[in-house]
């Protein structure tokens, strides 16, 4: 994946799971906010693989 992929999933996966999140909190459902706290961190991380890359290039 290039550098703009890993970026644009990284905003979706944050996005979902602050909807998860959110949607857990009113529904009461901790099993519902604690993925959505997981898939906001795994976003995290691909924005910063996709910082990465460009830094230093899309070969890694």
Request: glycine share 16%; net charge positive.
């Amino acid at each position: 994946m290039g550098e703009m992929t890993d970026k644009a999933k990284g905003l979706a996966n944050e996005a979902a799971g602050n909807v998860k999140q959110g949607i857990g909190k009113a529904t009461d459902n901790a099993s519902l906010h604690a993925e959505g706290v997981a898939q906001e961190r795994k976003g995290e991380a691909q924005q910063v693989k996709g910082k990465v890359k460009g830094a230093l290039g899309d070969s890694i």
